[in-house]
T-cell receptor
């Protein structure tokens, strides 16, 4: 079945450091890919998405490119801030189907120190 | 205005009890979901539901049942609670016409079974 694998955390960075969180997927067909963020004590929020190969999703300085050849969707940010501390989830939605069930990776906790 | 709301935020109860968690969305979405997040932050779909179709994750015990009095509500009933049911439960919604590309999550309900 479809699955998502993302790098184990936690990740601890200093402010203004470069961030990469790796995500790879296994899916049949042409899934849509997402990054969700969960701030402490809150529900998940969509951070960015890409719906076809070579699409780049971007939001709040974060970027991820849908790479079909490597089945990857790595999250990057050039300069992290303390306020970026959260848990980040990579997810996919399979192609087709009547409903939008998301399959999530296990989450990567990011802590940014001042 | 809160898009997806859940009550209660915290629920502490004893093994063997029956409890319900309520979810309401004011986004006009047709599809709603329940997810379970375990202590390691792993998120797993439990149910997805619209007014025509209920899809149940086959790993969910039949002690769990979704109830939808109308399109804006999807409540989660749990019978004979067990210690392993302790988790954070998230409700979410999406709109088929938008390709289910974004799911809106509630703030979560932390269930503790003692």
């Amino acid at each position: 079945g479809d699955s998502v694998t993302q790098m184990e955390g936690p990740v601890t960075l200093s402010e203004e450091a470069f961030l990469t969180i790796n995500c790879t997927y296994t899916a049949t067909g042409y899934p849509s890919l997402f990054w969700y963020v969960q701030y402490p004590g809150e529900g998940l929020q969509l951070l960015l998405k890409a719906t076809k190969a070579d699409d780049k999703g971007s939001n709040k300085g974060f970027e991820a490119t849908y790479r079909k050849e490597t089945t990857s969707f790595h999250l990057e940010k050039g300069s992290v801030q303390v306020s970026d501390s959260a848990v980040y989830f990579c997810a996919l939605k399979g192609y087709g189907g009547s409903q939008g069930n998301l399959i999530f990776g296990k989450g990567t906790k990011l802590s940014v120190k001042p | 205005d809160t898009a997806v709301s859940q009550t209660p935020k915290y629920l502490v109860t004893q093994m063997g009890n029956d409890k319900s968690i309520k979810c309401e969305q004011n986004l006009g979405h047709d599809t709603m979901y329940w997810y379970k997040q375990d202590s390691k932050k792993f998120l797993k779909i439990m149910f997805s539901y619209n007014n025509k179709e209920l899809i149940i994750n086959e790993t969910v015990p039949n002690r769990f049942s979704p109830k939808s009095p109308d399109k804006a509500h999807l409540n989660l009933h749990i019978n004979s609670l067990e210690l392993g049911d302790s988790a954070v439960y998230f409700c979410a919604s999406s709109q088929p016409g938008q390709g289910h590309y974004e799911q809106y999550f509630g703030p979560g309900t932390r269930l503790t079974v003692t």
